[in-house]
């Protein structure tokens, strides 16, 4: 039977006054407690399937001589995450036959979709791309589409494991987790292969083809790569673990819906309604200034990895430098955003974020002629992750501003997921025109793609921003 869900909590009123104030010791501990700790390597789940799928792949991809129009085509995968909307509500209402009953809802939901991704792990491991490409394809898509449903199912059992006051440490320990799992699976991937290669790659030749504008001369090793995507296939085991190890967590009280039309209503069309009710005509703006601020850096994203392979960058500079050091500088950039926004608000940071992101894009230009420059890749990578986290804060903090707290979840899952859709999409034609045109051409005209940003950010801070209840 179609169901809904009526909520038993009380009101936000009552919820913020069950705030319990706490010392500084107090505070602190609680990100030593269990449910935080569990919310820490959940986390790690939820990041690890990420870079696997998008750029990770299309590094192995390019080093097994696969072609950039193919690439970035390919990069549609990531569509999945754009798209997790759609499903939700199933994740959110429908029991798993036999799981549910064992371990609840939403941990059934969590086991199911991290044994998807274990399974897609391994067949991508296995499968050389060189000769069987579509199975590779097919994996990457179950990995993605387990990975979007983790995501769905994850986001529920946080806020229904804990209470309101320990919220910010579970999501906290949430982003610590994820960040933690990109650096394993960005730079940890590219250790174990770069282990595990019989010979080493010498980049110089590498460099003098991608100086050329041709693709470089790497040996594709597929044991190397088999041996390095295992393991992160064993890594998700921590997830797993992590799932048996969490208490089921209350289960909400639902009522049958009358019909599936009363279902899909509420569900998806009554928090799209309430946001172009609140801002009417410009609501059109505020979502075309959702669906393309990233654009640039998105476009731009997808070209990056094969570009380190063309210009002759090793897997262990790639681990060394993009993977960790960009990592930790987007998380630099982050707080820098967080804190400017404070200070001088959200719109005029979004603003600097969007420039800085497209002057970035003009830096890997500049680095495109310069064939391999290791000095050079730091400093781009560190200029491009800085402001990536920057325009990353202030986004976040805007589409925060946008929801009704009536519909927070389902509204901010519409808005995350819409700001992917078009910029995925065109970023599918990036290999295509890099092929045609070149990486300097490429990277100027991601940089230009920010133009139409900026007119859209000063119209909208032009609108008043409903109040969000």
Do not use: C
């Not at 809904?4 to 705030?19: L, P, V």
């Not at 980049?203 to 090793?221: L, N, T």
């Not at 987007?330 to 800085?356: K, P």
Request: charged share 15%; net charge positive.
């Amino acid at each position: 039977m179609t169901t809904s869900y009526t909520a038993t909590t009380d009101s936000n009123s009552s919820d913020a006054a069950a705030i319990v104030k706490r010392s500084w010791a107090q505070t602190l501990k609680v990100y030593l407690e269990p449910p935080t700790l569990r919310m820490l390597l959940l986390g790690f789940a939820a990041g690890l399937p990420l870079l696997l799928v998008l750029g990770t792949l299309s590094f192995r991809l390019r080093e097994a001589g696969i072609d950039r129009t193919t690439i970035g085509f390919l990069s549609w995968v990531g569509l999945a995450y754009g798209f997790k909307w759609v499903w939700s509500p199933l994740v959110d209402r429908m029991p798993i036959p036999l799981l549910t009953h064992w371990l609840g809802r939403r941990r059934s939901w969590l086991l199911l979709s991290q044994i998807v991704i274990i399974a897609g792990l391994v067949g991508m491991a296995l499968t050389n791309p060189q000769n069987d490409l579509q199975s590779m394809v097919w994996f990457a898509v179950a990995v993605a589409f387990g990975s979007a449903t983790q995501d769905i199912a994850l986001d529920a059992y946080r806020i229904e494991s804990a209470d309101v006051d320990r919220q910010a440490a579970m999501a906290s320990a949430y982003m610590t987790g994820y960040r933690i799992a990109m650096i394993w699976a960005g730079a940890g991937v590219f250790w174990v292969a770069a282990f595990v290669e019989v010979t080493p790659i010498i980049p110089a030749a590498a460099a003098v083809a991608g100086a050329a504008g041709e693709a470089a001369k790497v040996v594709y090793q597929h044991s190397a790569w088999q041996t390095a995507y295992l393991v992160m296939a064993a890594s998700m085991l921590l997830g797993v673990i992590t799932v048996f190890w969490s208490p089921k967590p209350a289960e909400r009280a639902f009522v049958p819906a009358k019909n599936a039309a009363d279902w899909l209503k509420g569900a998806l069309i009554e928090p799209f309604a309430d946001f172009v009710r609140r801002y009417k005509w410009q609501a059109a703006l505020i979502l075309a200034l959702i669906a393309t601020y990233r654009i640039s850096d998105v476009v731009m994203g997808i070209m990056a990895n094969p570009f380190y392979v063309d210009m002759g960058y090793t897997k262990l500079e790639v681990a060394n430098v993009t993977k960790v050091f960009g990592v930790i500088m987007t998380l630099v950039g982050a707080f820098i955003g967080g804190v400017l926004s404070m200070r001088f608000g959200v719109m005029r940071i979004l603003m600097l974020g969007a420039i800085l992101s497209a002057v970035s894009n003009l830096l890997f230009a500049w680095l495109g002629g310069r064939g391999h420059d290791l000095t050079a890749l730091i400093w781009v990578i560190s200029a491009d992750n800085l402001s990536s986290g920057i325009a990353s804060a202030a986004f976040i903090a805007y589409l925060s501003s946008l929801t009704n707290i009536n519909y927070s979840a389902t509204q901010y899952a519409l808005f995350s997921s819409m700001m992917l859709l078009f910029p995925k999409f065109l970023a599918g034609y990036s290999g295509k025109f890099v092929d045609a045109f070149g990486y300097v051409d490429f990277f100027n005209a991601t940089a230009m793609l920010g133009a139409p940003v900026l007119l859209l950010i000063w119209l909208a801070s032009r609108i008043k921003t409903s109040e969000n209840s």
